[in-house]
């Protein structure tokens, strides 16, 4: 049976394939080629004389026009008569043809439904604080933008799990009685304005099976959908097959609508306008905040009466409601499934004035977040979870969402005297709960804490275009150095660095900042792990000679300790500074030792420099950089020894950049059987030394904490850590095998994209 015989039902997009239709009878080339097979058997409905129909006559008799002569009417004068006789006989009336003429015949259709209509409104407070939330988050990874009727449709869709009688449509059986279809899928219509050749129109086009779907791929989907729309790519499939249909007038403004539904549907949703109960249109918003009045959004039902009644329409409705106001966890899937870090933000009542007043919670809860945010900022590449702690919960403290708009007295916070709790919670949140943690409230010094809290508390701009790139080239290097070796030496020991490249281009960054400071050099210490890839793409050396050396050739008379292997050499270089001008000399120091026993070495040699310098009591310019295992950190006595000496007259070097290259495990322990503390830099603390933990996936977060980190060292001259948490793709080296002993691990690790593919689609994704 062809096509012609049995059409696709494509309900109120029949104008637009029509239209279509039109178009490739003239030039099929102007119609995209999915179109092709379709048309070629392809009878629109209104030609009548190509399916056995009788034509619907297409011509209209002309206007009647007035006689040349009348008498005057009453009061008339010649002139108007002429006039108005005038305007009558200009007028023309065009017949309605093809397209048009089919979106006629579709609203005569669907006068045949009888339709009754639910309205309910809706508090679009949570909504909006929780859209914040998430387009913040995209706006800081991956890209891209969540919109109101993204979330309200993903709440229709799964409200109608709970009603799906919604999703049902009438129709009438082979004996022509009447019976009612329940789809197999809910195929949610999203009603789009179409400019097309010959004006605007409403198309419809569906979304295929929402029901199995999480928010993350109903977002990619209905994007995917309004791209090929705009783009005048649809298919028949995506024109076809509607369950029930969103329409959103409130774009434009509307409060509510009431639409026309076609047949072949049981229901169509209307979403109105965002705004203030009309009585509170006029209030200033801070009588709105201090009141604790909310915008609302309102929803209509427009349904077929003959199969779904009223109560079922309102409590589909209410259903919704109740999950835009955060019932059965929507926001927290919502938040799970785009991978946002934090919980949402809970519709509770405004909590009165109390005892203390809210101004001394607001200052309790900046408090709170210096000293606990790190628990909350999402610095693991491996664990996600909605990150939350009591001391950071807003309720705990007194305070609701209906705060978020009040004003309240800061003292100073961020530069201000007054600020909103929502730029409050923003300033915070920016600074200690994104993908870097800061710990310095244990330092004893006030004009550290205060020097730290003027850099973090304030809004970081992204590196330039110039600089992301760069970042990205050094990941680039990084990532072929490594795929390269894996593929030409199988099987040889190399202690890789796969998983944790960020720390090159994070080395780099502190490099930059001291050659930017003038010093006129850079130690390094550092065990085994990515150790050739720090000799290649930070120090310099050869390709060539590291190669040489995988082959069993080793430089007798090259600088290298005892245990003569690839990954126990030293060497020298000079780094140039990419942006502005400055250079500055680097050593990495030889290391015989699979452990710790490098630290008081790489003091020393830093310190014998200075001395050798001679610049004066204060003239530490060699910089000394300690790379660590996180295991090795909290575990080995000598790295306490080495803190407890850095503060010492006899061995200061003017302070030590400490850089933990975390990778979550210890040779073969999780951290959770290797310590007793909260984190591996817990040590660091005992000498008042600031500690950055930052999330290994994000380079930018990384180069923005070294330099910070010189910075610091420079001006207060002390030992500042950075713990980049990452992960160990390989194990502890390329002859084990990883999964043995942390399978659940590696299981997250053999999907995980490496950092370079990350950061390479997170800055396409943000355009």
């Not at 009061?75 to 093809?98: C, K, M, Y």
Request: overall charge negative; charged content about 25%; proline content about 5%.
């Amino acid at each position: 049976m062809s096509r012609s015989d049995q059409p696709v039902q494509f309900g109120p997009n029949e104008w637009l394939v029509e239209e279509m239709y039109e178009q490739f009878l003239a030039d099929p080339s102007a119609v995209d080629s999915s179109w092709h097979d379709f048309f070629a058997d392809y009878r629109p409905a209104s030609q009548g004389d190509r399916n056995g129909k009788a034509p619907h006559s297409s011509t209209q008799a002309p206007a009647k026009r007035l006689p040349a002569k009348q008498p005057p009417a009453n009061g008339a004068t010649a002139n108007e008569r002429t006039s108005v006789t005038a305007q009558v006989q200009h007028d023309t009336t065009t017949p309605l043809r093809g397209a048009a003429a089919r979106v006629v015949a579709n609203m005569e259709t669907s006068l045949e439904l009888p339709t009754a209509t639910s309205v309910r409104a809706v508090p679009a407070k949570l909504l909006v604080d929780n859209r914040i939330v998430i387009n913040n988050h995209l706006q800081r990874t991956r890209g891209g933008k969540i919109s109101f009727t993204h979330l309200i449709g993903f709440a229709a869709v799964r409200a109608l799990a709970v009603h799906p009688q919604m999703n049902r449509h009438y129709t009438t059986d082979e004996q022509g009685k009447p019976a009612v279809v329940a789809p197999e899928h809910v195929n949610l219509g999203l009603a789009i304005d179409l400019q097309t050749a010959k004006g605007r129109s409403l198309v419809v086009t569906s979304i295929k099976g929402c029901e199995v779907m999480t928010f993350a791929q109903f977002w990619q989907a209905y994007e995917d959908v309004i791209r090929k729309a705009r783009e005048g790519r649809l298919s028949a499939e995506d024109l076809a097959a509607t369950t029930i249909t969103l329409t959103n007038p409130g774009t434009i403004g509307t409060n509510h609508s009431v639409p026309r539904l076609m047949s072949g549907q049981g229901a169509i949703i209307g979403v109105g306008a965002m705004e203030y109960p009309a009585a509170f249109q006029g209030a200033s918003e801070e009588a709105l905040a201090e009141m604790a009045i909310s915008k609302i959004i309102t929803l209509t039902s427009t349904y077929d009466h003959r199969i779904i009644q009223g109560a079922e329409s309102g409590e589909f409705l209410r259903r919704i409601h109740g999950l835009l106001l955060g019932d059965d966890g929507f926001y927290d899937d919502l938040f799970a499934s785009l991978r946002v870090p934090y919980e949402p933000v809970r519709w509770v009542q405004d909590i009165p004035e109390g005892e203390v007043a809210k101004t001394a919670r607001v200052l309790e809860l900046i408090d709170a977040y210096r000293t606990r945010g790190h628990l909350m900022a999402d610095t693991d590449p491996l664990n996600y979870r909605q990150r939350r702690h009591p001391d950071l919960d807003v309720l705990r403290h007194g305070l609701t969402l209906w705060d978020l708009d009040r004003t309240f007295a800061v003292g100073g916070f961020a530069g201000h005297s007054h600020m909103k709790l929502r730029d409050v919670l923003g300033v915070l949140r920016n600074a200690y709960c994104r993908n870097v943690g800061v710990e310095y409230m244990h330092i004893l010094a006030p004009d550290e804490r205060q020097w730290l809290q003027e850099r973090v508390e304030r809004v970081h701009d992204k590196p330039s275009r110039a600089e992301q790139k760069y970042i990205l080239s050094k990941l680039n290097a990084a990532e072929s150095f490594e795929t390269f070796l894996q593929t030409k030496y199988v099987g040889q020991k190399r202690f890789s660095l796969e998983g944790a490249e960020t720390v090159i281009p994070l080395l780099d960054a502190v490099l930059d900042k001291a050659a930017e400071y003038e010093l006129d050099e850079v130690v390094l210490g550092m065990p085994h792990r990515g150790r050739l890839n720090v000799l290649a793409n930070v120090v310099g050396k050869p390709y060539s000679q590291i190669f040489l050396e995988f082959e069993g050739n080793v430089d007798p008379g090259q600088a290298h300790g005892s245990g003569d292997v690839k990954y126990h050499l030293g060497a020298e270089g000079k780094y140039y500074r990419m942006f502005g001008d400055g250079e500055t000399r680097v050593c990495l120091t030889s290391n015989p030792s699979h452990l710790e026993a490098v630290d008081p070495v790489l003091e020393g040699i830093a310190r014998a420099k200075q001395d050798m310098l001679n610049k004066g009591p204060d003239g530490f310019t060699v910089l000394p950089v300690a790379l660590h295992g996180d295991a090795a950190f909290a575990g080995q006595g000598v790295v306490a020894e080495t803190l407890n000496l850095s503060q010492l007259r006899g061995y200061r070097t003017g302070g030590t950049v400490h850089v933990i290259v975390n990778n979550q495990v210890g040779f073969t322990t999780a951290p959770q059987y290797a310590r007793s503390s909260e984190y591996s830099t817990d040590v660091a603390k005992m000498i008042g030394a600031p500690v950055f933990h930052v999330n290994g996936d994000d380079p930018e977060s990384c180069v923005w904490v070294a330099k910070l980190a010189v910075e610091y060292r420079q001006e207060f001259q002390k030992d500042v850590v950075i713990d980049m948490v990452c992960y160990r793709r390989r194990g502890h080296n390329e002859g084990d095998d990883p999964s043995m002993t942390q399978p659940k691990m590696y299981d997250i690790i053999d999907t995980k994209r490496s950092v370079r593919k990350g950061y390479t689609e997170a800055l396409i994704g943000r355009g």
